[in-house]
């Protein structure tokens, strides 16, 4: 069995060149969709079935939409059948039932995706498209093969809140090295990266993202304050739901 959380969309992030960014975002969006075809040879009843929930509560997250393809595998333009899409009962449960032709599988991969309501997150994300990539509100998990595991699809989401950064350069700009990289991420891991520059108007910069509620936000600034030498400064907070987050970090 082949299982992994991804998405594209988060490798597409860390390419700073824009116009490659676009190139590969109109890639991924001309992808061929098709209904999946009855299934004549090869059959077999496939469920596949989870839960969703809140992290930071482990209570049960309903009305969050699921849907599941059959993906082919190691292309740019991919051929892609919807196979079942609903939504979490009240339980955060969902199953869907579907005969598929097995023999696809040999091309072709499942991903179940989750995509969630507005008061939730499945990872930090930018507020301001001007900070970084506006993540969409989507969890991705790949399958390779049928098994068991296709029965027990876990998602785990966040309750969504904003935390204001407000970030004050204290040091000294370095010739040659006049960036200042951040990192944010959820004590799951989950996070995202932006690097900005630095130079004489923006020594106060203030950025605000949507993170999780009720779990800490860790927040890393890596800065040059010598040629040779790479200082890392972490901090963390934990914000609350409907308040106003705000932290200031100093690099």
Do not use: W
């Amino acid at each position: 069995m082949v299982k992994y959380s991804s998405s594209i969309l988060t490798t597409v992030t860390n390419i700073r060149n824009i116009g490659l960014t676009g190139i590969l975002i109109s890639i991924f969006i001309s992808s061929c969709t098709k209904d999946l075809p009855a299934c004549t040879g090869n059959c077999d009843l496939i469920t596949f079935s989870g839960d969703v929930a809140d992290f930071t509560s482990g209570q049960p997250a309903s009305s969050q939409s699921i849907k599941v393809i059959l993906k082919q595998n190691n292309c740019l333009l991919c051929s892609i059948y919807n196979v079942a899409s609903g939504s979490s009962d009240a339980n955060g449960h969902f199953e869907f039932k579907k005969n598929v032709d097995t023999t696809l599988l040999i091309d072709y991969h499942i991903e179940v995706q989750l995509t969630v309501s507005d008061r939730y997150i499945t990872r930090i994300s930018p507020a301001d498209s001007s900070v970084g990539y506006l993540y969409p509100r989507t969890n991705d998990l790949y399958f390779g093969n049928i098994d068991s595991s296709l029965n027990n699809i876990i998602f785990r989401i966040y309750p969504k809140t904003s935390l204001r950064i407000n970030m004050h350069r204290s040091t000294a700009i370095i010739s040659g090295y006049d960036y200042v990289d951040l990192q944010y991420n959820l004590n799951s891991g989950e996070g995202f990266f932006k690097e900005f520059e630095m130079n004489a108007a923006n020594k106060d910069t203030t950025v605000l993202v949507n993170t999780a509620a009720n779990v800490f936000t860790k927040i890393t600034t890596s800065k040059f304050i010598a040629p040779d030498s790479l200082v890392n400064k972490t901090d963390s907070i934990k914000c609350g739901e409907n308040t106003r987050n705000s932290i200031d970090i100093s690099y």
